[in-house]
């Protein structure tokens, strides 16, 4: 069974950082596209940033230069480092793993969801 175990969300101040992880297991990890993605109450769910094997990466225009994505393949793991965090970032943030060569057949899985919170 494949599983997405997010961690790293919280409360945290305007101007303050935050490092999302999200552990994957049972899948080959390296044929995946990874990302980010979070939902706003009231919001459509929108893509924050991903990440390939190969090391190409993709922001949203509201979080580049804030935000990096990075995974280690090793260790299955994704991560999301935040940094100068504004209260607009407020959201539950996803984690999501597809096959980079389509999903047809399956092959797209999301993490639970973690909570991230900027507020003074």
């Known amino acids: 069974q494949v599983q997405l175990v997010e961690s790293g969300g919280g409360l945290v101040q305007p101007g303050g950082s935050l490092r999302l992880s999200c552990a994957a297991s049972n899948i080959h990890f390296s044929a995946y596209v990874t990302g980010w993605y979070r939902q706003a109450p009231g919001k459509e769910r929108e893509l924050v940033a991903d990440?390939?094997?190969?090391?190409?990466?993709n922001y949203a225009d509201s979080v580049k230069d804030r935000f990096t994505i990075s995974r280690d393949n090793a260790e299955k793991t994704v991560y999301l480092q935040m940094n100068n965090l504004k209260p607009e970032d407020t959201a539950v943030y996803y984690c999501?793993?597809?096959?980079?060569?389509?999903?047809?057949?399956?092959?797209?899985?999301w993490g639970q969801g973690t909570q991230v919170t900027v507020s003074s």
């Open positions: 990440a390939r094997s190969d090391g190409r990466t």
């Open positions: 999501n793993v597809r096959l980079s060569g389509g999903t047809t057949f399956g092959g797209n899985y």
